[in-house]
């Protein structure tokens, strides 16, 4: 992540952007998301094609369980959010239990595409490869 004395959250792209502000947190712990540990994360994703739907997808992600705005693709979960979201998710030893991953996801299937939302719940479960028959 790289952050200059001012503070700013940069990356190479939008999807890189989100990403390290989801896991930024200020010096003082007083803004940001920090969101950098296995645990139970609940993140909220919009399409960089509908950018309007930002502005209410972050009021909405203040409310209940708090969650930073990854940005994605209509038709692509972007690698780089899949790799944060997979470093972030808690590992089952056992049966799942909580702490689990929610996501939310704002706009309709023409503003995300099916086969995105479901790219999106396949990176947020936490029992994907630790199904037992």
């Not at 502000?21 to 003082?28: D, E």
Request: net charge neutral; hydrophobic share 35%; glycine share 8%.
């Amino acid at each position: 992540m790289n952050i200059n004395y001012l503070g700013r959250i940069s990356g190479f792209s939008p999807f890189d952007i989100a990403v390290n502000f989801a896991k930024y947190k200020s010096p003082g712990g007083n803004f940001g998301w920090g969101k950098t540990d296995r645990n139970g994360h609940a993140f909220t994703f919009t399409a960089i094609e509908n950018p309007f739907n930002n502005a209410p997808g972050s009021i909405f992600a203040h409310l209940g369980k708090h969650s930073p705005t990854l940005v994605i693709k209509k038709d692509e979960l972007p690698a780089v959010t899949r790799q944060y979201i997979e470093s972030v998710k808690p590992i089952p030893k056992d049966e799942p239990n909580p702490p689990f991953m929610h996501g939310w996801i704002v706009g309709c299937k023409n503003d995300i595409s099916y086969q995105t939302q479901i790219e999106i719940e396949q990176s947020l479960s936490i029992d994907e490869n630790h199904i037992h028959y």
